[in-house]
């Protein structure tokens, strides 16, 4: 197959030639839409370095949900911003936390989305880190408990399934155990399997209000250097009842979502974080690049790569630009 015989273009000439081989395909079912829900009524409040995104109150989630559907987005990941928070992050598994309260309007306004919920403590405990504080530092195993009782509130509450984002060892096997002795075993987990310590995530602990008060998050994150790494975390909570793995990020991680595609046959999540989601607003507003193309390529990609399942801040725009 060597030139003039065969040529490429032949097959690119068109756009329906293009279609009929195109081998990586976009659908609005693969995309999981995250929303931010904090305490009050009637807000909707503009996320400044993340135009676009809104926080919202929980009397303005149903609207949210309702146009997801509308446009083929059926599953919503949800994060929390409490009234108050403590040391323990114990607002996390309250049974009428804005997290549960959030669950129940959600199911209850629109039955059909589909509802996982962040399971972590930054955005509940006074410190901003993922776990408790004992002597100092995060202590793994003393968090896994409120970990695990966070999760079953969640589910308690209605939540489809649950997303362990705090990179605790252990903490996957924490939650399936307490899942499944309280009759909701079938509620799967979709783990952070692989979470690397990033600077993408400079907009989300914006919107989270969620940044560490004193050090960094590097003793529990993944060192971006490593490969083999991500390999043994994903192994592990495989061991430990993981449904769904979740790379994050996910374009500066193609290469890890390769690697866990090759490597598992569980269905592989990447997460389109806010600050890869930042820098394509912030180009596109100084007219320095196409904004849907550019969306539209990176989310491309990581299908490419191999995720089953995106989660992106672009959910909503890329399922208008699918069904033009």
């Not at 990586?24 to 135009?51: C, H, N």
């Not at 990033?198 to 914006?206: M, N, Q, T, W």
């Amino acid at each position: 197959m060597v030139f003039p015989e065969y040529r490429p273009r032949r097959l690119r000439k068109n756009a329906a030639f293009r279609s009929l081989i195109r081998e990586t395909r976009l659908d609005a079912g693969q995309f999981i839409y995250p929303l931010f829900v904090m305490p009050g009524k009637g807000k909707r409040e503009e996320i400044a370095s993340m135009p676009g995104v809104f926080r919202l109150s929980v009397d303005q989630l149903a609207k949210e949900a309702n146009e997801c559907l509308a446009l083929g987005v059926n599953h919503l990941l949800l994060f929390g911003l409490p009234e108050k928070k403590d040391a323990m992050g114990s607002g996390a598994h309250a049974k009428d936390g804005i997290v549960q309260r959030a669950i129940r309007e959600l199911k209850n306004a629109a039955p059909a989305i589909m509802v996982t919920t962040d399971v972590c403590l930054c955005e509940f405990t006074d410190h901003g880190h993922c776990g408790c504080i004992i002597e100092n530092r995060v202590d793994n195993d003393a968090t896994l408990e409120i970990l695990a009782k966070t999760a079953l509130s969640h589910a308690q509450a209605g939540a489809d399934m649950v997303a362990p984002s705090d990179m605790m060892d252990g903490r996957v096997g924490e939650i399936r155990a307490a899942l499944d002795e309280n009759n909701f075993d079938q509620v799967p987990i979709m783990s952070y399997a692989v979470k690397y310590a990033s600077a993408f995530y400079g907009p989300f602990r914006e919107a989270a209000d969620c940044a560490p008060q004193f050090g960094d998050r590097t003793s529990y994150q993944m060192d971006p250097a490593n490969v083999r790494e991500a390999l043994r975390e994903a192994t592990l909570d495989v061991d430990e009842g993981a449904d769904i793995l979740m790379v994050k990020p996910a374009m500066a991680y193609l290469d890890i979502v390769k690697a866990l595609k090759d490597e598992f046959d569980l269905p592989i999540a990447a997460y389109h974080v806010s600050g890869e989601y930042a820098m394509i607003k912030a180009a596109a507003a100084k007219g320095w690049i196409d904004e849907e193309r550019v969306m539209a390529e990176s989310l491309l990609a990581i299908r490419r790569a191999g995720a089953d399942i995106i989660i992106t801040y672009y959910a909503k725009e890329m399922a208008r630009k699918l069904r033009k």
